[in-house]
């Protein structure tokens, strides 16, 4: 058999995409690519599955097709921690998401927004990222960590190898490789080279993931796995679920 990319990370109408579940699936075998579903649950995404009904209701949706099946949950949200390990069982793969993260002083600092707190310096809210990494690492029954390096809008324009020092890369390189979390190079919300190069050389899992939302969107790993092959990574060693299992369970 030929090696062929999964997306393991793509959206349909089910929370925020805006194709059907079929649609989605025909769009990213379109373009050479296995697909998974991997819809909002979270009850701080507008229009994501937002209760354990309607978790029942997706997963039953998703059994009935050739799919991989996955949920993106907000590590901010307490949603996860509801959903029993018999229904996480279910899912073929598990994400997990920074949408937000906790800063020291208890507030929460949202990454789509483009407010910012006074007194914040762009480096703490790395280390902060960091510090919720870690604790995610430690309490999310998850297998891959989606987008580890995005930023709250208000950052997004800062070259990101003076943003992270090399000792912050370092930092969250170790937290992917103590937990077994898999590593998602976006193809939206890119990882920068030298943070992907440090993972790879110290054993790190990758995955692919498009991040799709739209038709134009969905399946298109083109970056990630550009990026994937010019730093030495077999296609073989990119995470699939059913050749290298999961960690969440
Ligand atoms: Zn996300
Ligand atoms: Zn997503």
Redesign the pocket.
Known sequence: MTWTPLDC?AHSTWSDGQLNLDDVLVAVRARGVRPSIAD?VSRDVVGAVDSLEQVEAYLIALEQRDTGRSA?FCWHDSLWREIPPDVLGRFTHT?G?L?AVWLPNGTLQRVFTRSWPDGLTPHDYVVALLHNLERLAAEMPIDLV??PT?LPIPLRAIPAEELWTEADEARMVAAFLASGLVFEVSSR?RPHERLVRRAVEAGVRLSLGS?GHAAEQVGVITFSLALTRALGVPDEDLYDPAVHGRRGL
């Open positions: 990370h909002h993106e994400v998401s949408h989606a987008h995005l919300y991040d």
